[in-house]
């Protein structure tokens, strides 16, 4: 089913959370953006475009700044984020570089996507991009924004830029292999969810257990995003990012991961 998805797909979102791309004192793995940036290349040579949705400003501020770790001010994790989106642009463009493929910035707030005359702007910089054969990267512009108008997560902003970007799917990669129906870090027996139809229905009968059990973005915040994507007719799946290979394991159907498909 994943493989198929991935090859009948022409415009995919691909969503990547911090823990995939970094280590936890703000390192970014330049080996894994590379391996990846190789295997956007093959899909941009099927004829496929991607946008990219990159979280890990935040912690790749904190590689940079790392007296301000523990800083809880606002303003000053706004500056982190700040100096760290420079990081983690440098990241993704050496990467990029040697296969000559430029990359393109796009920092987004909540108030984006509520705007018409904005979303139609965004639309157009995305198409003109994905048509030159340029990988946008987005995230959220975090110095512009405090909790209370945020977006706030990475999945849901992944989610706003499929549907704004008419996309055909969305894969986000996080650290768990996809939904199960409990949390498998607490429960061994836990059951892998391959597929889902009825996301209602499915959240009624999982166990999601205590807020973020699953991951670093939380499976809640992935849900919703499904939710979102699904709605629109665009499916979703959320499978394991640490494999650096996983987008063409998953095109051989050699990862799991769980698909949301529209009904
Ligand atoms: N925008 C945040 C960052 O780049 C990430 C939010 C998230 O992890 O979902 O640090």
Redesign the pocket.
Known sequence: MISELINDARKIVIKF??NTLADKNGRINRDYLGEFAKQTQALLNKGKQVVIV????????VGTMDKWARKQDIHYKQAL?AV??VE?MEAWRKSFQPLDIHIAQLLLTKDDFSDSIRTLHIRNTLFTLVDEGIVPII??N?SVCVDEIKI??????AALSAILWSADLVILFSDIDGLYDKNPKEFPDAAHIAEVRNLDEVKASVNLGKANAFG??GIA?KLEAAQRVVSYGIPLIITNGANPRAVDELSKDAQKGTAFLPQ
């Open positions: 959370g911090s990159s979280s890990g400003a935040m912690i790749a501020g984020s760290g989106q983690l995230n959220e975090d706030g997560d990475n999945d849901n902003l670093t973005g915040t």
